[in-house]
């Protein structure tokens, strides 16, 4: 079992900046996939972004590649998306989520658990 609470979420003008942050407690955190999934108002759950185990390899939606990087500190237990260029579509609850398979995965029902998510809203 690992408990997941994500930070850093707010409002924010287009054009800026946002550091989220998920910290992990429970289980080694460095045996779980890491990933941050986004919800807008009226729709799906869609992924953001996704990282291994080691943080060597990392993966983006295309809609935030080149904007968004993904990162982890395994010695923090936690996982950050650092979001730069941030557009008013970006306006969305964004979530953790840990998974113990071995690949990072676009679909939600892949990934075992989940934060409580945190609202960032980008001003236009």
């Known amino acids: 079992q690992v408990q997941l609470v994500e930070s850093g979420g707010g409002l924010v003008q287009a054009g800026g900046s946002l550091r989220l942050s998920c910290a992990a407690s429970?289980?080694?955190?460095?045996?779980?996939?890491m990933a941050w999934f986004r919800q807008a108002a009226g729709k799906e759950r869609e992924f953001v972004a996704g990282?291994?185990?080691?943080?060597?390899?990392?993966y983006y939606a295309d809609s935030v590649k080149g904007r968004f990087t993904i990162s982890r500190d395994n010695a923090k237990n936690t996982v950050y998306l650092q979001m730069n260029s941030l557009k008013p579509e970006d306006t969305a609850v964004y979530y953790c989520?840990?998974?113990?398979?071995?690949?990072?995965?676009?679909?939600?029902?892949?990934?075992?658990?989940w934060g409580q998510g945190t609202q960032v809203t980008v001003s236009s």
């Open positions: 989520a840990a998974g113990t398979r071995a690949l990072v995965t676009t679909s939600p029902s892949r990934y075992d658990y």
């Open positions: 429970g289980r080694t955190f460095s045996s779980y996939i």
């Open positions: 990282i291994t185990r080691s943080g060597g390899n990392t």
